[in-house]
């Protein structure tokens, strides 16, 4: 038997359920994983709720990020073992497996050994966050050394990848957030300089930072109507990504700004990546390298107990953590 997480009807954290489940053994092409440490992520507060790509089918499970140990595997799987360390990463659905749980399957695809020099914790808090900022930064914007690059909702766990990742590039981050609160430790993590939106004039300080020379790219989950601040600081030919819809109103982009210098305005989601094998081969490779040689490394927050699963997602809603939020098993 096996502890897993589970939920019956969309609502509140107060929906999840720890039940005892006995787990099949691995499928053809699955891998079957003790489970050490979990990764918390906004999308299964999402799918909670049935505000999500997909809606949730009774009895649901959670889960998108795990590390753990190997158990067992399906047939067909020749690159793991049991006894191996690795980590899951984003490539599946909910309606498919969930990682929130003491033994899980997941399809071979998705699994990857992780360096050893990282804890469980650090490898359950690291595939999402920084496959996200990978295939926006390298595999599609190409980010290049001395490029400025904005990052909204900067002291996320995505944010916070983004701003190491173009540090490893040799590019500039500047990170934006809502306050000053978390202005220090931002540029303890890496940007080379903290906008402030509710506090500043975002269009201003960007100018100030870059000389007027503006960004080469922005990198947000946020949008709406603040995205005109934005774009009136994006240099010739820069790219905007949208990753999320933290504000879900309509994003405002003056058209004038497109226009006349040639802006790009794209939305950008991890599946991208994570369903193309050799853009996902790109990416275990990239972040393998990083977070082998510490140029990489994840921020933990907080971490949780497997009870208090509910707690995590609460805290998550809180929107105060600055980095990951982990559930140890």
Known sequence: MSKVVVFNRVG????????DVVVPAPGP???????RAIGINRAEIMYRTGQYVIDPQFPARLGYEAAGVVKAVGTNVTDFAPGDCVSVIPAFMFSDYGMYGEVVNAPAHAVVKHPQNLSFEQAAASWMMYVTAFGALIEYGNLKAGDHVLINAASSSVGLAAI???????????????????????????????VASQEQSVAAEINRITA??????????VGGPGVAEIAKVMSDGAIFFQYGALDSRDLSVPVFAILG?????????????????????????FVSEGLRTGALKPLIDK???????????????????????VVAV
């Not at 509140?12 to 039940?19: F, M, Q, Y």
């Not at 190491?164 to 430790?185: C, E, F, S, V, Y």
């Not at 007027?212 to 989950?221: E, L, N, R, S, W």
């Open 12 to 19: 509140s954290a107060d929906v999840l359920e720890i039940k």
């Open 29 to 35: 092409n699955e891998v079957q994983i003790a489970v």
């Open 164 to 194: 190491q990742i173009a540090r490893m590039r040799g590019a500039i981050p500047i990170a934006m957030t809502r306050t000053g609160d978390k202005r220090a430790l931002l540029l303890e993590a890496g940007a080379a300089a903290v």
């Open 212 to 221: 007027d020379k503006g960004i080469q790219m922005a990198f947000d989950p």
């Open 261 to 285: 210098k040639h802006l790009t305005f794209r939305g950008y989601e991890l599946f991208e990546i994570t369903t193309d094998a050799e853009k996902m081969a790109r990416a275990k490779a």
């Open 303 to 325: 971490t949780f107990p497997l009870e208090q699963i509910a707690d995590a997602q609460r805290y998550m809603e809180s929107n105060g953590q600055v980095g990951k939020i």
